[in-house]
Each structure stands twice: as C-alpha cells, then as structure tokens.
C-alpha cells in the first residue's frame, strides 16, 4: 500500500523559510516522479512543483520560481520542499503526491494527508 | 497558460445522475485526469486518461472527452459522492493544471 506522510508544516512570519518532508513507501520510490499540490483556505488544488525519479528534472509554478526548491533522497525514500522568502499567499495545505503515467498524461495517483503551513505575523 | 473552467457546483439527488463538466481549449487531445475531495480529506484519484477507473473506484464513475469538453458522470449518486471534483491536465506551458473545482451537493 502506498503511504505519503507529509510533516514539516507550521507557522511562518512573512520571508521566513520552512522545509516540508514527505515519507514515503510501499512502493519503488527512485523510479517515481513525485509533486507537491497546495490548496490555501476555502480554495481549489493549485500545482507548485514536481521532480523527476532521478531528481535531475525539475519544474515550478511561476508563482514559486526562484523561491522553493523540490529536492529528494532516494536512500531515504523522501521527498523536499525548501521554502525561502514566504509570503502570506503562501498559506495553504501541501500535499505530496505520487504521479504515474506517461509523458504528457501523468495524474497524481496517491496523495499524502497534508501539511499545514501559514504564514503570518 | 491554459485554463480549465469547471462549474463551480451542483447538485443532485441520490440515485439520479451527476454529470461535471470541465472545459478547455481543444481539450479531447489531452489526457484529462479526475479527483474527488471529501471535506477534510485529501484528493484522490477517481479517473484518469479521461475514462480509465483506478483499483477501488466504483463503475459509477465514468468518463468522456471530446472537443472543447470532459465529463465527469457518476450515475446512481450516493451520500458519500458529495465531494469537490477537480480536472486536471498536463500542458506545456502551465505543467500540471487544475480546473477550479465543482462542490457536488447531494440534495
């Protein structure tokens, strides 16, 4: 059974920095892509990052460029989210995800529970 | 970057039939994948490649996607259906996009 169990969340004041954690197993992590999805109060799902299984591709909403970095540690089965400079748009749950599929069709095929993380003064 | 526009809600009574919608720019060439979010639980996967059920899913739940449309029908509707349905596609230019979420209502 494939388990992703997110932690690192918590408050922030505005341009601070936090680092999420996402566990995973039961599956063959090194060969998974993987992504993080935030979701702010009241709000739809909105993409932020996703890494190759390799950890050499990586991609990044607009809104995050230049301020987090997705990273993993295959040895440890563990996925990253560096988040520097935070503002208060940032406040939202993320989620890690597992992604399967082939080019242009991948879809996020298991989720984690989530991490809250807010920032604010 | 692309868009997809999807009914902000609806609803439905149980047993009758629950038909989303979400629209995009020549979206029938896309893969167009569908989760489903109960109030404080995370999404989960209900289809993907539009029409493709995964392990778990009940047959209630199917799809279509042709021209500027993909629909989301879950036939039968039920209680526990009542959820917040999201698209979703893979675009170059916007990566991995979201439409904006239908709040399903069971009445």
């Known amino acids: 059974e494939v388990q992703l169990l997110e932690s690192g969340g918590g408050l922030v004041q505005p341009g601070g920095s936090l680092r999420l954690s996402c566990a995973a197993s039961g599956f063959t992590f090194y060969m998974s892509d993987m992504t993080w999805v935030r979701q702010a109060p009241g709000k739809g799902l909105e993409w932020v990052s996703a890494?190759?299984?390799?950890?050499?591709?990586?991609y990044y909403v607009d809104s995050v460029q230049g301020r987090f970095t997705i990273s993993r540690d295959n040895s440890k089965n563990t996925l990253y989210l560096e988040m520097n400079n935070l503002r208060a748009d940032d406040t939202a749950i993320y989620y890690c995800?597992?992604?399967?599929?082939?080019?242009?069709?991948?879809?996020?095929?298991?989720w984690g529970q989530g991490a809250l993380v807010t920032v604010s003064s | 970057s692309y868009v997809l526009t999807q009914p902000p809600s609806m609803s439905v009574a149980p047993g009758q039939t629950a038909r989303i919608t979400c629209g995009g720019n020549n979206i029938g060439s896309k893969y167009v994948h569908w989760y489903q979010q109960r109030p404080g639980q995370a999404p989960v996967l209900v289809l993907y490649?539009?029409?493709v059920r995964p392990s778990g899913i009940p047959d209630r739940f199917s799809g279509s996607n042709s021209g500027a449309t993909a629909t989301l029908t879950i036939i039968r509707v039920e209680g526990g259906d009542e959820a917040d349905y999201y698209c979703q596609v893979w675009d170059p230019n916007g990566n991995w996009v979201f439409g904006g979420g239908t709040k399903l209502t069971v009445l």
């Open positions: 890494l190759s299984g390799s950890g050499q591709t990586t």
């Open positions: 995800a597992k992604m399967g599929g082939g080019a242009y069709r991948q879809r996020l095929e298991s």
């Open positions: 490649d539009g029409s």
